[in-house]
């Protein structure tokens, strides 16, 4: 059965009628067969000969309905107007209420709105769009070794111009996902656009809103990178990227028989097939341009595109730390100093796979080398970042950790103040010094005495906290009882075993 038209193709066939032409002309003009002009025209004759049969309620037609729709059309809302009409009725004493949706399905019946989305033409190299489609249930893939169904997301970008579409599967659409996408779909236009439309997603906006919308900051170094303007649409509005949402709903009805009669591995094996179905996509030829988008890119749009940044993109992840009292910030396992000014302030660190950033409302304010993810406890410290030599030692804290680790003991202090005194600078080993102190009031005094007392003898120079906490926890083994072995008449001694040197002479004396 063919397709039904929609409403406005009814109402041009009304208005063409009413113009006096035929059936054969305006199947001509409307470019639709002329069996379905002669199935909208009998049903509009039939409309029009049972219109009087129509049921019409009483109440309708005592309203100017002229009247409400120019109310309407210059603001007020269709809800206050009935509500208005409620209460004359009530003035009246006419108790009959009338319910809202039978109001408005009257003024819908005389008024009806045809919702028109017009088309919007780009010059070559302005905008491109990107997204991602909806949640499907049956893309994805098996993992071999578990056999567990993994599910993907389908990432989707195209030029708004020609139409080339570029997609490809990843694991979530979470940023980092999704600047790899956005990355390599730049890749595979060999080019970047002046914009690039998107959503009001949080991994790339902050805070949506229509007029002065708030970018994510890493999502902002991605464009100025790649040197693209961000544009998001309006809350709610996915029409204003309508080229993005309507290709890749066309391109996943075009492809998904093909993905389904396949079983995939791996993503890598998905998005190697994706990669060859959007070349096979890009070539078709469109009816309505007479082209393929491949064609029309090549020809018109290509030569407009900017270049790409040679380097690639390092993508970073965004995370909060407090700076602590040693001037220095803790990411993972290891720690990285800021200026001493800002201790005990929350910052923003940027971890990217080389470099460790902070940031103290927007403006960088430390750049360290990242450590390997493997190493643990190690310190990359710029010495601008620390207090000056001769005021860090008559500070709070490091003072106030000596003055704690004497009164705990001598081999506790004398523990404390090789880390402080000994290291290349007092404030190096301080956090590990606060909590050899505060071993104090979990263990006790003379716990942690007596494990700085076997540190101390184990000579070690710099020892760990998890070190002295395990021999503290350790409990006090009794010294053991001397053995004291009385004389046995019926053991024998090793003496006896010996031969007298007299009696071997006489020995070889006889023989």
């Known amino acids: 059965m063919a397709r039904r038209k929609g409403l406005r193709m009814k109402l041009e066939i009304e208005r063409l009628r009413g113009l006096g032409h035929g059936k054969k002309t305006i199947s001509r003009i409307l470019k639709i067969s002329r069996n379905t002009v002669r199935r909208y025209w009998d049903e509009e004759v039939k409309k029009q000969e049972n219109a009087s049969v129509l049921y019409v309620a009483p109440w309708a037609d005592a309203l100017d309905w002229k009247i409400i729709e120019e109310a309407v059309s210059r603001g007020q809302t269709l809800l206050d107007y009935w509500e208005s009409y409620q209460s004359e009725l009530q003035d009246e004493h006419v108790f009959k209420a009338i319910a ?298 490091p003072q106030n950790v000596l003055d704690d680790a004497k009164k705990i003991g001598p081999e506790t202090f004398f523990v404390v103040e090789r880390l402080i005194t000994k290291s290349r600078h007092p404030l190096v080993f301080l956090r590990r010094c606060q909590g050899i102190v505060r071993l104090k009031s979990k263990l006790g005094a003379e716990n942690v005495e007596r494990a700085s007392k076997v540190i101390n003898g184990l000579e070690i120079k710099f020892p760990r906290f998890n070190e002295l906490q395990s021999i503290a926890k350790a409990p006090v083994q009794p010294l053991a009882k001397k053995v004291i072995r009385k004389e046995n008449p019926y053991l024998r001694g090793q003496g006896s075993w010996s031969i007298n040197p007299k009696e071997e002479n006489n020995d070889n004396t006889q023989h």
């Open 100 to 397: 809202y949706v039978t109001f408005w399905r009257e003024y819908r019946r005389r008024y009806p709105r045809v919702d028109l989305v017009m088309h919007k033409n780009y010059q070559p190299g302005l905008r491109a769009e990107a997204d991602y489609k909806g949640r499907e249930p049956d893309f994805g893939f098996i993992d071999k070794k578990t056999g567990e169904w993994i599910q993907l997301e389908l990432f989707g970008a195209a030029l708004c111009f020609s139409q080339l579409f570029y997609c490809e599967a990843t694991y979530t659409q979470k940023q980092v996902d999704w600047l790899i996408a956005t990355q390599g779909a730049f890749r595979y236009f060999g080019g970047v656009t002046e914009t690039v439309g998107i959503d009001n997603a949080t991994v790339s906006i902050k805070r949506a809103d229509f007029y002065d919308p708030d970018v994510n900051f890493e999502y902002w170094k991605f464009s100025k990178y790649f040197d693209f303007a961000p544009v998001p649409t309006e809350p709610g509005k996915p029409t204003h990227k309508a080229v993005i949402e309507n290709l890749l709903g066309v391109f996943w009805r075009w492809m998904r028989a093909r993905f389904k009669i396949r079983t995939f591995f791996s993503k890598a094996e998905v998005n190697h097939f994706l990669f060859a179905m959007c070349n096979e996509f890009n070539n078709r030829v469109q009816k309505k341009y007479g082209s393929s988008r491949r064609e029309r890119f090549e020809n018109a749009e290509k030569g407009r595109l900017k270049p790409i940044p040679k380097e690639v993109y390092e993508i970073a992840e965004w995370q909060k730390a407090k700076l602590h009292v040693d001037c220095h910030v803790q990411v993972k396992w290891n720690f990285y100093s800021c200026p001493y000014h800002l201790r005990g302030k929350e910052l923003d660190v940027r971890v990217s796979p080389s470099f460790i950033e902070v940031f103290n409302n927007l403006e960088r304010i430390s750049l360290h080398r990242k450590f390997s993810d493997g190493s643990k406890g190690r310190y990359q410290t710029d010495r601008n970042h620390l207090p000056p030599a001769h005021q860090a030692m008559l500070e709070y804290t």
